[in-house]
């Protein structure tokens, strides 16, 4: 039985090695993408006579590819924060559809351009809980960006508060293309990326679900998710009313 034993955590380490040598290429992919375009335009503004217009473009371009590998970048020193018990919380008084208004003005133009519809579901009188609001506004801001992403045009995304007892429940619905059952226990691994093509298309790492689980698993809260292939999926979180400050992994 011993000898059983020893061969499954062989295998699961060969697995772990595995998915960890596919992420570091894959972040060297991405990592690289960036340099490439902002190299190409760099030579171009020093090499030709162009218009102030161009230029403008030219800078622009350069300046948006800098802010994604910055994104990147923060996103790793997050994964290694998590990992190592040291992410930083700062706790606030916070109202949750005060998060969801500003969450919602970020994601706006991209379910515009998509034709996706959100819908907000929230108790007039919801509870001020004390979490880290920056923190927070993430969260919903990556499961909007990550619904309205895996949604086809006319689709429709929720969010749903409900006030529990013990705590604020928030669900993230979407009629998407969903997520299989084998993918769902995977999904907030830190090297998992359930397809890895659409995902490299739509220019993501993979880590944005790992790093939301870290953000509400450390202040005493917890995430799950439900989804069916071709329905949607709904990413659930749920946080403490009252935190007491030792609920946080560790605190600024
Ligand atoms: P990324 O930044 O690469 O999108 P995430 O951790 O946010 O990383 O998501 C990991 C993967 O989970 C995505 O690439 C996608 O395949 C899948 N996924 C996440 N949210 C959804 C959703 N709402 N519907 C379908 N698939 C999803």
């Known amino acids: 039985r011993s000898n059983d034993y020893l061969q499954n955590a062989n295998k699961k380490l060969k697995e772990l090695d595995r998915l960890k040598n596919d992420f570091v290429s894959m972040v060297s992919h991405e990592l690289k993408t960036p340099l490439t375009a902002m190299k190409t335009s760099s030579e171009f503004l020093r090499e030709s006579e162009c218009s102030r217009e161009i230029k403008e473009e030219m800078l622009d371009l350069i300046i948006r590819n800098i802010d994604r590998q910055a994104r990147m970048v923060d996103d790793l020193l997050d994964i290694s924060r998590i990992e190592s018990g040291k992410m930083k919380f700062i706790p606030e008084d916070v109202n949750i559809k005060e998060i969801i208004e500003i969450a919602l003005h970020n994601v706006q133009k991209y379910a515009n351009d998509k034709s996706i519809k959100i819908m907000v579901n929230c108790p007039e009188d ?64 830190k090297f998992y990326q359930v397809d890895s093509t659409a995902t490299r298309k739509a220019g993501g790492t993979g880590l944005g679900l790992a790093i939301i689980k870290g953000i509400i698993d450390g202040q005493g809260g917890n995430i799950y998710l439900e989804s069916e292939t071709g329905k949607g999926s709904t990413f659930t979180f749920r946080l403490p009313k009252e935190l007491k400050e030792d609920d946080f992994t560790e605190i600024e």
């Open 126 to 189: 919801v509870p001020v809980i004390r979490t880290d609001k920056d923190k927070l506004i993430r969260v919903f801001v990556n499961l909007l960006t990550n619904a309205i992403k895996f949604t086809p045009e006319e689709g429709e995304v929720s969010i749903i508060v409900e006030d529990h007892d013990n705590h604020l429940q928030t669900s993230i619905k979407d009629n998407g293309i969903g997520i299989s059952r084998e993918k769902r226990d995977k999904i907030f691994d």
